[in-house]
């Protein structure tokens, strides 16, 4: 452990492990397996990469994704680490050379792409080296029943058997107790120490708000919250995504499209510029998700509602990966509740897995709903016991008020029931507010005791209502297509009036009294900032890899905060270790001294 620590400080620049990072290195030092679910930033790369260059031979990563491993070898090649990779990507001569570094044993890390190290060519070059320890990164993609599958991954247990005195290590940041049981089993881990990490991400800020002007929101929000900063904007649709995309960049920001329709080297651009700029926004389908290393994300927006609340985790996870504050933000409606009920019911999947997915789907809405701690519940769904509200999501830092709803929830209600449980809610909320509709006449609907009772309300507030009653399980949404709606069996309580229900206030904000959720404590600006930002670009350009390998925000922020004047106090920045100190401390300190100077 002493020369695992000596290699945090020397090569990575920090001064401590991030428990349990330090206990999964000890278990791997000692030849054992080690199983590590780690939310996303949390440090799951530094677990296997200094065991790898502690133990003698060299460490074997088995990653899917070519981009996550190129980002990587570059920066462990920064930090003057011997790393390399074999993928697709290579030129045979590019990869002999990689093979033969490999052969004599001039690596300490190596990634492969699973479909190359199963190949009987490289399994014979892994049988003549010495082997460090395995690493298998993204484990979650051996299960079958998850998002990310990969039917190499299964394969991956031909490891255990042919080497089974090098230590393997999986990781993953899907939390879930199916995963887990699955890369288990499939992996022959069952002898792993496995470290389970709390999921909390502290640093994100949790923002949930109804729909009014989608874009408008979304603008507003950016404009005022995140003026030059990196975020990702998730739509459900292809064309969704083209038309938000367009328009955020007719107003003037950099906004790039990102789905699976697009010409395959358009999306590797994109995925690119996003990647090696600053203030790069992508616009995309959930086809934008796994390889997003980038860490400065500063905010993930989401202009519709996820199907589950694991989606949502994964998508919002992709931001502050750093550590520094983040926003996941989204608006939703009652069209997606809508849209997502009729998709589910309407797939093909049979009775079983609809149920399933149904679950998660509420859960998804009882979060969109609740009005106590949206962390607190997002912790609970994974089964952690937090140790109460969090004081960094919308709820907390501005609770909603709540109304007692159980008089217009009957009027709404009512209002179903009367119309004979086949209309829609725009149709539902004119009977309501009494339109003098042509549809409404011919149905003799004019005639309900409910035509016209609702007029206290706006049409707004009704939807408002809709939504909830949908989100709460009291009324369900028809799946032949017309999006009509029925009571639900949970429903009959409130219609009879025996359960008072009490629902989230929906605030239109009216022109004057704008009620605005605090926003997340800027990450950098200032002059000293933007140098320093300036040079790391430069820099970047220079070595040829995106800003953040050669130092990160949080760096970037210490360095504004205690502007070292020596190598010695560079030093003590966390991120740079020896080989950073010697390639770019002159550079940082001429800058930070002249800067000094010129405030002088
Ligand atoms: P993950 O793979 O779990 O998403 P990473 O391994 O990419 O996370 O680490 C996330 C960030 O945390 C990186 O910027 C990394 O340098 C930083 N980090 C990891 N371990 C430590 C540590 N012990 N001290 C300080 N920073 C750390
Ligand atoms: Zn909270």
């Known amino acids: 452990m002493d020369a695992a620590h000596a290699i945090l400080r020397k090569v990575f620049g920090y001064d401590r492990f991030r428990p349990p990072q330090d206990a999964v290195i000890a278990a791997l030092l000692a030849g054992q397996d080690a199983l590590v679910l780690m939310p ?39 930090a003057g680490v011997r790393a390399a990779c074999l993928n697709s990507t290579l030129s045979a001569d590019a990869a002999r050379q990689v093979e033969a570094a490999f052969a004599r044993s001039e690596l300490d890390l190596l990634y492969v792409a699973p479909e190359r190290l199963l190949t009987e060519r490289f399994l014979a070059l892994l049988d003549r080296t010495r082997l460090a320890l395995f690493a298998i990164d993204e484990a979650h993609c051996v299960s079958q029943w998850g998002h990310d599958f990969r039917p190499e991954y299964i394969q991956l247990s031909v490891l255990a058997e042919r080497y089974p005195q090098v230590p393997r290590i999986a990781l993953t940041a899907t939390a879930d107790e199916l995963t887990r049981r699955e890369i288990v089993a499939r992996l022959a881990l069952d002898q792993a120490q496995v470290f389970i990490s709390s999921f909390d991400r502290p640093n994100i800020r949790y923002r949930i708000t109804p729909r009014r002007n989608a874009r408008d929101q979304l603008l507003r929000f950016i404009r005022e919250e995140h003026p030059n900063d990196a975020g990702i904007v998730y739509c459900l649709s292809r064309k969704k995504v083209d038309e938000t995309a367009a328009w955020l960049a007719a107003q003037g920001l950099t906004a790039l499209p990102y789905h699976a329709g697009m010409a395959a080297e358009d999306r590797r651009r994109h995925q690119e510029r996003f990647r090696n700029e ?31 609340v694991e989606a949502y985790y994964q998508e919002t996870g992709r931001a502050g990966r750093d550590g520094l ?60 016991q937090p140790a109460g509200p969090c004081g960094n999501c919308d709820t907390c830092l501005s609770p909603p008020a709540t109304w007692d709803a159980t008089e217009a929830a009957r009027q709404a209600l009512s209002a179903v029931h009367r119309t004979g449980q086949r209309f829609g809610v725009t149709y539902l909320v004119d009977v309501l507010l009494g339109k003098g509709d042509e549809r409404i006449r011919r149905f003799g609907h004019d005639k309900l005791a409910v035509y016209g009772l609702g007029k206290a309300l706006s049409a707004a507030d009704w939807r408002g209502l809709y939504r909830q009653l949908i989100a709460r399980g009291l009324i369900e949404v028809d799946v032949e297509g017309y999006g009509g709606l029925r009571l639900a069996e949970p429903c009959r309580p409130v219609l009879r009036g025996e359960e008072p229900l009490f629902l989230r206030k929906e605030t239109t904000p009216t022109r004057a009294g704008k009620k605005k959720t605090r926003a997340a404590p800027p990450v950098g600006g200032g002059e000293l900032w933007e140098e320093l930002r300036a040079l790391r670009r430069r820099l970047a350009a220079e070595h040829d890899v995106p800003p953040y390998v050669i130092f990160n925000d949080a760096t970037l922020a210490e360095l504004v905060a205690h502007r070292p004047r020596s190598l010695g106090e560079l030093a003590d920045i966390h991120g740079f270790g020896e080989h950073k100190l010697a390639a770019y401390g002159k550079p940082i300190l001429d800058l930070i001294r002249d800067f000094v100077a010129s405030e002088n």
């Open 278 to 308: 600053e203030g790069v926004i992508v616009v995309a389908t959930i086809a934008f998700g796994m390889g997003i290393d980038k860490p400065d994300v500063r905010f993930v927006a989401h202009m519709n509602l996820p199907k589950s």
């Open 325 to 384: 504050p983040a926003d996941a933000w989204m608006v939703y409606g009652l069209e997606d509740v809508i849209t997502l009920r009729q998709m589910l019911e309407s797939g093909e999947a049979d009775a079983e897995r609809k149920r399933i997915e149904h679950h998660k789907l509420e859960a998804m809405l009882a979060l969109c709903e609740v009005t106590t701690c949206r962390r607190e519940v997002l912790l609970r769904y994974f089964g952690e």
């Open 40 to 78: 996303t930033g949390g440090g799951k790369s530094l677990c296997y990469q200094v065991p790898a260059m502690v133990r003698p031979g060299v460490g074997i990563v088995v990653s899917p994704l070519i981009a996550l491993m190129q980002d990587q070898v570059a920066a462990l090649t920064e």
